[in-house]
């Protein structure tokens, strides 16, 4: 079993019931995934203990659990990451601006994909740290929210 934290969420994953899968590489960090009739292209980067994850429109930082437990977490703060080393296309907002959760803030071209920064709640952008042309690398905060 692997153990994976996603936020507060813990999964344990059988890496024998991905049996039926197929994962294949075509580039670094773009893979192909099958299951039987059904194919999906996903991106994927490990950075030291954490996975960055660009499924279905949706981008996921995955940190692989220890054997000792749960690790430590960050706490948690108003900002919003790079989810993975890339290069900001647009900055939709302002600082001031009100946004509603879900809604995009800034996008971040990553691996040939377009990445939306969104809004995990309803807020006011506090401070937007990058714009448009500028590498970011994962982890950097690019947004604050108040």
Request: with cysteine.
């Amino acid at each position: 079993m692997i153990r994976l934290l996603w936020g507060e969420t813990e999964l344990e994953v059988d890496p024998r019931a991905a049996a039926s899968l197929e994962v294949r590489q075509l580039d670094p960090g773009t893979f192909v995934l099958r299951r039987g009739d059904s194919v999906e292209t996903f991106h994927c980067l490990r950075e030291g203990d954490s996975i960055h994850l660009h499924w279905r429109g949706a981008t996921y930082r995955l940190e692989e659990a220890g054997e000792g437990g749960r690790r430590a977490h960050r706490p948690a703060s108003a900002g919003l990451e790079a989810p993975m080393p890339g290069k900001v296309i647009a900055v939709k907002k302002g600082v001031g601006d009100r946004v509603a959760k879900g809604e995009e803030i800034l996008i971040v071209e990553a691996m040939k994909m377009e990445n939306a920064i969104r809004a995990p709640r309803d807020a006011r952008v506090k401070q937007i740290a990058a714009k448009v042309g500028d590498m970011v690398a994962p982890g950097a905060v690019l947004v604050e929210l108040e």
